[in-house]
């Protein structure tokens, strides 16, 4: 298995976690899918407005476009990404600058969550990926 850190944003798998009923978390299957890019219409989930965990939640160690001036940036996991725009949302979507990281990652309700309420899917996905992020970590078995 191939972390989730992005490391010179070549093009890497990640793992995916499964939430089990009591908590648990495990490692499941691979979702990296090349073939189909986060932007793509036949993505199984729609990304939801104001959510942004994929943007915080996650680190990146690769380099992140700095589109208000020159250098490049990575990231920390837990801290929002700096193309995340006061709307939430992506200034790189759709960019082929955009980290490969952040286009791997696909949205679905395993890593999104399925409650009717976006807050309390934002928490899920938060902790989804705080887990994710946990269990690729170098170091972390």
């Known amino acids: 298995m191939q972390a989730l850190h992005c490391t010179g944003c070549t093009v890497f798998r990640v793992a995916f976690l499964a939430i089990k009923p009591n908590g648990d978390a495990g490692l499941r299957r691979d979702f990296y899918n090349p073939a189909m890019p986060s932007n793509s219409p036949t993505a199984p989930f729609a990304c939801r407005s104001g959510c942004a965990a994929c943007c915080i939640a996650p680190s990146i160690s690769g380099p992140i476009p700095d589109l208000d001036g020159p250098g490049s940036h990575s990231k920390p996991a837990g801290v929002p990404c700096v193309q995340l725009d006061a709307d939430l949302r992506c200034r790189l979507f759709g960019d082929p600058r955009r980290p490969a990281v952040c286009a791997s990652l696909q949205p679905g309700p395993e890593m999104c969550g399925t409650a009717a309420s976006d807050a309390e899917n934002r928490v899920h996905a ?11 970590s170098p170091g972390t078995s």
């Open 126 to 136: 938060m902790h989804f990926l705080a887990e994710l992020e946990r269990l690729t």
